[in-house]
Nanobody, 117 residues
Framework: EVQLVESGGGLVQPGGLLRPSCSAS????????MSWVRQAPGKGLEWVSS????????SYADSVKGRFTISRDNAKNTLYLQMNSLKPEDTAVYYC??????????WGQGTQVTVSS
């Protein structure tokens, strides 16, 4: 069974930074595109960012462009999301997801990010 385990969320003040990570196992991490998706309280899922298998192709939602940076370390089977200049509206549960043919076939359990003073 594919396993995706997020960590690194937490409580931070507006303008602060966090770097959640996602540890992957039981599949060949280096051959799949990966994504971060978030869900704010009372709202639906929102795509945040995606990165291809080699890390050379990256895309971001307009809401996080210029503030967030997605990256991956295929030697460590780990996906990262560097989040800078955090805003209260970034408060959400952040999930990493394995891409498969234009969709997501596996998800982590999520990590809570709360931006509040």
């Amino acid at each position: 069974e594919v396993q995706l385990v997020e960590s690194g969320g937490g409580l931070v003040q507006p303008g602060g930074l966090l770097r959640p990570s996602c540890s992957a196992s039981v599949f060949t991490f280096s051959t799949y595109a990966m994504s971060w998706v978030r869900q704010a309280p009372g709202k639906g899922l929102e795509w945040v960012s995606s990165i291809n298998s080699g890390g050379g192709s990256i895309s971001y939602a307009d809401s996080v462009k210029g503030r967030f940076t997605i990256s991956r370390d295929n030697a460590k089977n780990t996906l990262y999301l560097q989040m800078n200049s955090l805003k209260p509206e970034d408060t959400a549960v952040y999930y990493c997801a394995k891409n498969e043919e234009g969709d997501y076939d596996y998800w982590g359990q999520g990590t809570q990010v709360t931006v509040s003073s």
